[in-house]
């Protein structure tokens, strides 16, 4: 396992899976990023299928970075959180932009943490994050191993500190994560990533 | 080196296919094709996409196979029934106007999108003076379709999302069930061609009042969603109707500009006036 301070290189991109306990997880690794970070985050969250999500709405004013919910061919932008839509599954297009599909379900759900971190890890390979969270379900964890194998930086959260550690144990069954760690380090981390990210964008400006 | 392999072999796959059987899947979203086709060799019996292609261009019965496998999928009846509320309330009412109607429901696959439609105009006492064209390029789906037979576990799915919808009467006041399957009346039928077309290549068969398109244009790249949108435009009256999926969007593409929204969340627009 990696210190934090040993994060490789230059990351664009962080893609994110939670299931049961989701919702509260969230609410602390993504207030965690500061405004002015160029990072696109993706985030599949396990909901019931048959309801509109309000996963942006109620992010947004917790957030600093902008947050949406994804739209199919929406261009992604720097600084901006995307939410998977309820039955739809996410996926991340060349350019990069987002795609969405209603293929069958994958695990039982859909979106597909699986899905959309198979995608993502085909467009941005090493400068890509996987971060598994909690849950009650494999989801995940072929798709963790994916970005392991493309070369990108993987986490799991602790799974003693899950509210339910299904999914962070299986994702580590697959994965030798780069990252095991408990939420509040793991929200430490990104911040630390975005803050190395706008320090070094300061130093090439001064240096103009 | 082996990823790369994988893009290589995909583009020339898709060439083949279109070269051999005139599908034309080049211009298909790239990340859920791939996703659909990674997976693909193993059920052929095949160890990589080369060896698919060989498969198909010499065996046809494996390239209907493939086919289905590359078409979208399965829909469920009045999938997102606010999408048919807001048709009933916002669209019918201009509909009733026209003496007679016709109405294209673009890449129907099983039909049962199609089914929702001809029952909602059947409530709305429109049926009898409409045709349905209902289109798809799986000439398996559009036997499926026409046969209009789903299996009885999904009906109890349907009849929620029908009730949802603003369903005027029992959903199975329109189906027959017997041994496990749900028969859709006959009658519809009589108000409804289907019929093999593909958005990728062929071109505008009829006028039209309303098309129906739902989650269809997510299987494309920005390009043929364009292409497709735009035949959706000359294939409409003026002031025709235009309904996509609930996440799909017309703002990514030129054709786009052509209409109007008129439901916003239910993605339901009109032929604005021409540019």
Same mark, same amino acid.
């Given at each position: 396992m990696r210190d934090a301070a040993a994060l490789p290189r230059q990351i664009d991109a962080i893609a994110i899976g939670a299931s049961a306990g989701g919702v509260e997880a969230l609410s602390v690794l993504l207030p965690a990023l500061p405004s002015g970070s160029q990072l696109s985050l993706f985030v599949v969250l396990h909901l019931p299928r048959e309801r509109p999500s309000l996963l942006a709405e109620i992010f947004a004013p917790k957030c600093a970075l902008k947050v949406r919910e994804a739209e199919d061919k929406m261009h992604v932008e720097p600084g901006t959180v995307y939410f998977a839509p309820p039955d739809y599954h996410l996926l991340l297009d060349a350019g990069p932009q987002l795609a969405l599909s209603i293929d069958e379900l994958v695990h039982f759900s859909r979106p597909s943490i699986d899905v959309l971190f198979e995608s993502a890890a085909d467009i941005y390979a090493e400068r890509l994050m996987g971060i598994i969270l909690t849950g009650?379900? %494999? %989801?995940g964890a072929a798709g963790l191993a994916t970005i392991h194998r493309t070369g990108g930086v993987t986490i799991v959260q602790e799974p003693d500190s899950a509210q339910v550690p299904l999914m962070a144990l299986s994702a580590l069954r697959q994965t030798a994560a780069d990252f095991v760690l408990p939420l509040e380090k793991i929200a430490g981390l990104l911040h630390s990533l975005a803050s190395r990210e706008l320090k070094t964008k300061d130093t090439l400006r001064k240096g103009k | 080196m082996a990823a790369e392999n994988t893009d290589i072999e995909l583009r020339l796959l898709l060439d083949a296919i279109y070269l051999k059987y005139? +599908?034309?899947?080049?211009? +298909?979203?790239a990340a859920s094709l791939k996703r659909r086709l990674t997976n693909a060799p193993g059920r052929f019996g095949c160890e990589t996409l080369s060896q698919l292609q060989h498969k198909v261009l010499y065996e046809p019965a494996a390239f209907a196979a493939l086919l289905s496998l590359l078409t979208v999928p399965v829909s469920e009846m009045f999938r997102d029934p606010s999408y048919f509320r807001s048709l009933r309330e916002k669209v019918i009412p201009i509909l009733r106007t026209y003496p007679s109607l016709k109405i294209w429901v673009a890449g129907?696959?099983?039909?049962e999108e199609v089914y929702s439609l001809a029952i909602l105009l059947r409530e709305e006492e429109l049926l009898e003076r409409t045709l349905i064209y209902a289109t798809d390029i799986n000439p398996q789906s559009l036997q499926k379709a026409a046969a209009g037979v789903y299996a009885v576990d999904r009906i109890a799915g349907f009849t929620e999302n029908h009730r949802k919808s603003g369903?005027?009467? /029992? !959903?199975?006041?329109?189906y027959t069930a017997a041994y496990g399957r749900a028969v859709f009346d006959k009658s519809f039928k009589r108000h409804i061609v289907f019929s093999d077309h593909s958005l990728a290549t062929d071109s505008v068969f009829a006028e039209v009042q309303l098309v129906s398109c739902r989650n269809?244009?997510? +299987?494309?790249?920005g390009d043929l969603q364009n292409r497709a949108v735009g035949l959706f435009r000359d294939a409409l009256c003026r002031k025709g109707f235009l309904g996509i999926g609930?996440?799909? /969007? !017309?703002?990514? /593409?030129?054709?786009?500009?052509s209409f109007v929204e008129l439901v916003q969340g239910d993605r339901i627009f009109q032929k604005g006036n021409e540019p």
């Open positions: 009650a379900n %494999d %989801d | 005139h +599908y034309d899947f080049r211009e +298909y979203a129907c696959s099983t039909g369903g005027r009467a /029992s !959903l199975s006041d329109y269809v244009l997510i +299987y494309f790249n609930m996440k799909e /969007s !017309l703002k990514f /593409s030129p054709h786009g500009q």
